[in-house]
């Protein structure tokens, strides 16, 4: 168990490495979004109204091509149709708590988010910070952070705050820093342009951060069948339009998985 | 239609399709072949999102060694393997994405 402000830090922590690709994404939608016209209050009302990042950069595309108005409603719905997979499999776990938190978190509910707080949820609910090495952390160890991350130890005796499962502290701090950094840099892509050169592969990392989390995940054969079906079938699936082509290799990955428990 | 029309109808589904079944299992108990079902929602969907990244490059799939992506996702697994620290897996990721598109551009 650890305290809401513990997870809470964690959570923001562990989307600091992911945020190195998110950069980069949100700067470029910046960029296309002005390029299609779109005014800039209108361009960043999209990241807060919206906050999905690969049915914005569509939406610019569909904008600058003046497609029907339920057309481009129909699509960007599609597009974010995924999410509703991570509703069902994040919902157990939000089950008991109060209903502002779970329409606050549903907000906030992206691939990245999800990925890092379904993973915070099958870690159990001891602390991340007493099992894994931190060390790397060092470099961002200014005064103030190891204040805020070292006190709640040293509160001595446990209050009930500390007692009950507090992930959905990690959840939110996961949530608002990756919302966080949407927003700014968006608003970065708007008005400056990008400022990374393209030929950074920072893209990259977005990938590397679901292969960091993929893999440790993977203890058992259903597992990993789920992933090689799911991994297969979204190649041979990628130009299925309106990113159905993942929806579709996920769901065969979840059959996959179940077929291979029934049996084993 | 109004630009923001379709903004604010957009943004309104995809909020109700994060919520949906957040909302609908407020007061109902999931269903636990459902439960059994939903946990392989992490793995299928992470897979789904990293293999065409790496398998495929400008367009056409690539799974042979000099698909600096293919390589450099090889080796962040093993790291993620080993170690199961993000950042490390990151930035050896990257560094070895680096290096082998440098060793790719002197040919």
Redesign the interface.
């Known amino acids: 168990m650890s305290s809401p402000r513990l997870e809470f830090i964690s959570g923001i922590k562990?989307q600091?490495?992911i945020l190195?690709g998110v950069i980069p994404f949100g700067m470029i939608y910046g960029v296309l979004a002005s390029d299609a016209g779109?005014s800039i209050g209108?361009a960043q009302?999209?990241s807060f109204?919206?906050?999905?990042g690969s049915?914005q950069i569509v939406?610019t595309q569909l904008?600058g091509a003046s497609v029907?108005?339920?057309v481009?409603?129909l699509t960007?719905?599609v597009i974010?149709?995924?999410?509703?997979?991570?509703?069902?499999?994040?919902?157990?776990n939000?089950?008991p708590l109060r209903?502002l938190w779970?329409?606050s978190?549903?907000?906030l509910?992206t691939?990245e988010a999800y990925?890092l707080t379904?993973?915070r949820y099958?870690e159990g609910e001891q602390p991340t910070e007493s099992r894994?090495?931190n060390r790397?952390w060092f470099f961002l160890l200014t005064d103030e952070a190891y204040a805020l991350t070292i006190t709640p130890d040293q509160e001595g005796e446990p209050s009930t705050e500390n007692t009950k499962d507090n992930r959905h502290w990690f959840f939110l701090g996961t949530g608002l820093a990756l919302w966080l950094t949407w927003q700014l840099s968006t608003a970065a892509g708007i008005f400056l342009g990008v400022i990374i050169p393209d030929n950074w592969?920072l893209d990259?990392?977005?990938?590397?951060?679901?292969?960091?989390?993929?893999?440790?995940?993977?203890r058992d054969r259903?597992?990993?069948a789920?992933?090689?079906?799911?991994?297969?079938?979204?190649?041979l699936t990628?130009n299925v339009p309106l990113k159905l082509?993942?929806v579709i290799?996920?769901?065969?990955?979840?059959i996959?998985?179940?077929l291979v428990?029934t049996k084993s | 239609m109004n630009v923001w029309l379709i903004i604010i109808v957009t943004g309104i589904i995809t909020y109700a399709i994060r919520l949906s079944f957040i909302f609908l299992f407020e007061h109902k108990d999931i269903p636990p072949t459902l439960q059994r079902w939903l946990k392989y929602v992490p793995p299928a969907v992470f897979a789904a999102i990293i293999f065409p990244e790496i398998f495929v490059r400008d367009g056409s799939v690539d799974g042979s060694p000099g698909n600096p992506r293919l390589v450099a996702g090889l080796i962040a697994a093993l790291v993620a393997w080993r170690t199961k620290n993000v950042l490390l897996t990151i930035l050896t990721g990257m560094a070895a994405l680096l290096i082998l598109q440098a060793i790719l551009n002197q040919f």
């Open positions: 562990a600091l490495p190195i779109l209108v009302s999209m109204i919206i906050f999905a049915s939406a904008f029907n108005g339920l481009i409603i960007l719905s974010n149709l995924r999410h509703m997979l991570y509703s069902a499999s994040i919902s157990p939000l089950k209903p779970k329409w978190l549903a907000y509910l691939d990925a379904i993973t099958q894994t090495d790397h592969p990259f990392t977005i990938a590397l951060t679901f292969i960091a989390l993929l893999v440790p995940m993977l259903a597992g990993l789920a992933a090689l079906v799911a991994g297969v079938l979204a190649v990628l082509g993942l290799a996920t769901l065969a990955g979840i996959a998985g179940v428990e």
